[in-house]
């Protein structure tokens, strides 16, 4: 059965029965004082911000049994999957795979990549580790998605303009329809996250669909 979810630039048809949501990038080192965000001299608040309604909507997804997946970007412990030209990228003092705030920086299985204690998967929800900015570049998700069925996802998370846009980018293109809530992703600068926004939702829905939480928890539960 579908769902009008009202959105930009248009309501979005949700179909649960097809949808999965998507959470970016929750991880320690990108949204907890003293990671590698906040290192690199980012507001981390312009980030946690977003906990609260990823926590409600996450609650709610589980609720009525909706298929969730979890992100991280990181990369292998002898990061040979890094490209030079990432690791060297902002030529700070601190690059990836150093040693940082909370563990090595954006390597798998350390403290700092790993997801935020409010919104832990549970058994089940699959984590997808990532090494570059999209989620579909070099993981295994769209066979995942496949598998389950899903056609709609529900993206979630940060950053806005980096991580959240490449993959509704990457998703659209795969044939994906995208709904961004716009108060569960976040970016460190205030002007980015609005044009963020502006780019999924421009020319008609080009890339996707921007709603607010509150449109889906109306919908939800479906029990």
Not at 163 to 189: I, K, Q
Not at 196 to 217: C, D, N, P, R, Y
Request: proline share 8%.
């Amino acid at each position: 059965m579908h769902h009008s979810i009202e959105a930009k630039p248009y309501p979005f048809e949700f179909d649960p029965g097809c949808c999965a949501l998507l959470i970016i990038d929750m991880q320690r080192d990108f949204l907890e004082p003293g990671g590698f965000g906040e290192m690199l001299g980012n507001d981390v608040s312009q980030l946690r911000r977003t906990i609260e309604p990823n926590r409600e909507l996450l609650a709610a997804w589980r609720a009525n049994q909706l298929p969730v997946i979890h992100t991280r970007e990181g990369h292998r412990a002898d990061l040979s999957d890094l490209p030079p030209s990432k690791k060297m990228r902002g030529k700070g003092n601190k690059t990836i795979g150093d040693d940082g705030p909370m563990g090595r920086i954006l390597v798998r299985g350390e403290p700092g990549q790993d997801i935020i204690p409010e919104l832990y998967p549970v058994p089940g929800e699959p984590v997808i580790d990532k090494p570059g900015k999209g989620a579909f570049f070099a993981t295994d998700l769209g066979a995942i998605l496949s598998h389950m069925g899903i056609t709609q996802l529900v993206v979630t998370g940060v950053t806005t303009e980096v991580c959240v846009n490449t993959t509704v980018r990457e998703a659209n293109d795969r044939g994906f329809n995208c709904l961004v809530p716009e108060d569960c992703v976040g970016s460190y600068f205030p002007e980015f996250q609005r044009m963020g926004l502006e780019m999924i939702k421009a020319q008609g829905g080009i890339f996707g669909w921007v709603t607010h939480s509150s449109a889906i928890l109306s919908k939800l539960p479906l029990l």
